[in-house]
């Protein structure tokens, strides 16, 4: 097991000790440091196959050694040598609490900042931009909230990452001081050319000799002898008489630093105090409202993405050519009309070289526009997200909805999450992290796939079209009720049965005020987000629609195919069709539905073309005819289509949320078991009622 040496440093009251004691759970040892009367805290932890030696220095200001506390803090360091050092900052007052950030960054790079208080910023009116300031110094920037274990997790990854070399700076941070630069380099210069045996870099010594550390003045002087001393004493002398005090132009020039990056990465507005807010904390009114501004979110990101529902709008009116205008230019119809346009460059391939034309054309391109067509959509209930939340309006509906899901065994926190589900299952499953009870953040990540999305209205509206027997608005209705009741109840029984999760679900939150949103706080977190969705899941989405590429494109000798009814997909389908029987869908017409299924976990739609394909037919209607199913077989395969699993985007944001492959299978195995069971209890039912199979 490898120990890890880890100190925690701060401005006194930024939270720090709060913080340590949460790490080590207060297995804390208190001792003075030696020969000194200031008290220092330890503690030790294993993550992992590490183990963690902690330190909680005293609260400083800086390395003036004017202090104990400071004394103490730069020992600690300097003769320590911990691997890795967390610098603890008020993000309610980031500029005045990161000052000891730069100065231990010109020590070293293998730090970690924590940004704390991270749940009070809000209502104070700050937004920062967490990623962008690590991405300008180089190292780990985590945000905490006492209240959130999530985030403990997130720091300890950190500490291990710097400690392992993966994260943090290769070299300490380098200051432009201007006109002191000449001299700080002409000490390094001397210390270099006596040849100083202190693992200290050679620049953070010149500097804190130039600004007057007595104690490492009597330590360098006694090592490199009155000689060299007295050339560092000229180059000091002379930075005075010309610099007047090189300390206070070194303080200057770091605090500029800071005001630099505070600039770009951190907002702040005014707060505005109003009385509006009180209709959401009204249980009846308020969930009325609330639900009524996600019906408004909803229908304008429908719209934006695929035309829906207002183009049916527009066509009930008689506005044909604007219905016709909305379903042309959304975001899918482009995405779509692209790769179309990408694939017929490519077309001559599929006569000379139909293999590499399937692969490129379906395998390479299907799987970029897998990832693409999921992107309008994510970007867009993200953006939405960001604004709700910057707004200070997600607070009030947490709280108008709380009434209601605490007697679900959810709290109000819930609420968001459940409702961006409805747009798309991976921005609801990445909300989740806002929520700061670990237990209902993990049952939601556990059950929020049962909440049909956008795509999966589309395929409902295909299955839909085909019925006879049934209202089309009523068989979606029914998919919808269905699938509420099912994510209500299993949310419920893992609440209840949980031996960990017993106690009744409580909301305690800050409600800050409202504000207009900053148009630059909303582009940080919602690209954010965006990029990490893309990083993390692009490359599971895009392998996945290769394998299934493969799958579908080659027979089991492994012969090329552009049948899907000789490929291994179908092979396995039809050996495996018997699942379907209790569905009620047997006969030649099951591998079908089950080949559907399998290229549906890559994307929702998938379903419905892959059926279409599979029967050469043009319309869903004329395929269910060819496929010889009934409106109850139709029935059951809605309900089923709508629970299982929706697509791998939403098993990806999972797996990233939980870093769990056990936690992604059970996600995977709850709502196909789950979808099974409704699917074939509602299709048995039903025929009961109706008199036939």
Known sequence: ????????IGQPNVGKSSLFNLVTKSHVEVGNWPGKTVVVHRGEITYGNHRLILYDLPGIYGFSTLTQEEIVAREAILAEKPDVIVVVADSTIPERTMSILIQVLELTGRVVLVFSKTDLTHSKGIHIDYRGIEKELGIPVVPVSIASDMEMEDLLKAIIDVAEGRRGRREPLRIDYNGLNEYIDSIEDVLLEAGLPIDLPSRWISIRLIEGDKILEEQVKAIIGPTMWSRIEDTVREAHRLLGDPAAKITEARFKLIGEISSRHIAKVKIKHGTTASIFYRPLLGIIISIGIYLLVFTLVFTINTGFPLNIVFSALGLDSIALLLEEYSFSSLVEKTFTFITSLIQPLSSSNPILYGFIANGVLGGVASILVFLPLILLMVLIQVIIEDSGLMSRLAVSSH???SRLGLSGHAFFSFMLGFGC???????TRTNPNSLERLRLILTLSFIPCQTRLIVLLAFTSATTRFSMGLLIALSYITAIIVFMSVNYLLYRFSSMDKKEPQLLMEIPAYHRPLARVVYWKTIATVKHFVKKAGLIIFTGSIIIWLLTSFTPTLSYTDNVGESIAAVVSKNIQFITTPLGITGGSAWIISIAIITGFIAKELVVSTILVATGCETMSSA??????????????????TLYIPCLATV???????????????????TL??????ASMLYHIASLFIGFY
Do not use: C, H, W
């Open 425 to 431: 299952n991976v921005p609801a499953i990445l909300s």
């Open 652 to 670: 990806s944001a999972v797996y990233e949320e939980t870093k769990s492959i056990k936690l992604a299978f059970s996600v995977l195995l709850l």
């Open 1 to 8: 097991m490898k120990t890890v040496k880890v100190v925690f």
């Open 673 to 678: 078991s789950t979808a099974y069971i409704v």
């Open 403 to 405: 009434a209601l899901l």
């Open 624 to 641: 269910m005819r060819l496929l010889g199913l009934n409106d109850l077989q139709l029935l059951s395969l809605t309900i089923f289509t």
